[in-house]
């Protein structure tokens, strides 16, 4: 292999943390793929991988070595899709993230709407329930919830989602409807860890903050196993409006104390380069950010 294709294996390497999932993903072989990044180690004289039976990590080295290989990759790519045309016409790989199901149930069919319309085009999709960076793991475009901190990329704000506590009718009919977030002390509910509030849940009360501490029955890491528990009439869940607002329209679930909610997190669709991004780039954010916008779960 040249060095330019080194490059691209010790990239993949990285960032799918092994090299089985990294031949796969390149459509080489484990055998070459090893031999690959073992060649680069040789020739620069230094250690970029740390490898264990289960799992490969960066080195201090490693992780330097990553950053220029994604700069010199990208700079090389721009350069090939310049002379292609891709900046007037959208072609080649696209890399997006967004959380997990907010990627479900509204990033995917974005993507198979847009993969329709441009047939040029492949995307490599992150769905993780963690900050992807933007700049360090190579994200053509970011999905964003929540407040963004100051950077130099675009943002464009498509909507926003509320915090709600939400149970089912059947529940409610049986146990009765609460008035005030202290009557969830008592309450049976369910948690989830991926929001990291199992203990205390805030609300605002006359413009001041209200915690309740809230001794959960059941706690699970994932919200749409939350979802699911509530629906079946165990307790009170707090999720975010998006994920539960099919289930509200079904009447599956109903949310309460919506008079005690902390304001809605704005929802953003994030890239790098404005003007100067390729077309594939430009054209995803015209169209997610219309899609987006036009959905009524997102709206206040």
């Known amino acids: 292999m040249d060095r330019f294709q080194e490059m691209q294996v010790f990239a993949a390497v990285a960032q799918e943390q092994g090299f089985s999932a990294a031949a796969r993903r390149l459509g080489l072989s484990a055998a070459s793929v090893t031999r690959a990044v073992a060649a680069l180690e040789q020739r620069i004289g230094t250690q970029l991988l740390t490898r264990t039976t289960r799992s490969v990590h960066l080195s201090e080295a490693g992780q330097r070595y990553l950053e220029d290989c994604r700069r010199i990759l990208a700079e090389v790519q721009e350069a090939e899709d310049s002379a292609a045309g891709s900046h007037i016409h959208p072609r080649g790989q696209l890399t997006i993230t967004a959380p997990v199901l907010f990627g ?18 492949c995307i490599n999709a992150l769905l993780v329930d963690r900050v992807v960076s933007v700049v360090e793991e190579g994200v053509d475009v970011a999905i964003r919830i929540g407040e963004l901190p100051d950077s130099n990329q675009h943002a464009i704000r498509v909507g926003e989602v509320r915090r709600v506590i939400c149970a089912s009718p059947q529940y409610l009919a049986s146990h009765g409807r609460p008035r005030h977030p202290q009557e969830l002390a008592q309450a049976p509910i369910i948690a989830t860890s991926a929001i990291g509030q199992l203990r205390s849940w805030p609300f605002i009360e006359d413009g ?12 699970v890491t994932a919200n749409q196993a939350a979802i699911t528990a509530a629906c079946l009439g165990l307790g009170f869940t707090r999720v975010l409006s998006y994920q539960v607002a099919s289930k509200v329209a079904a009447g599956e679930l109903e949310i309460i104390l919506a008079d005690f909610e902390l304001p809605p997190l704005p ?3 994030v890239y790098q380069g404005g003007r100067k991004a390729p077309a594939r780039v430009r054209s995803f954010v015209d169209f997610a950010v219309k899609t987006l916008r036009e959905h009524p779960a997102l709206e206040r």
């Open 208 to 219: 001041e903050t209200l915690s309740v501490r809230a001794e959960p029955r059941l706690v």
């Open 267 to 269: 929802i953003h669709v």
């Open 104 to 121: 479900e149930l509204f990033v995917t069919p974005l993507m198979v709407s847009y993969l329709t319309q441009f047939p040029e085009v």
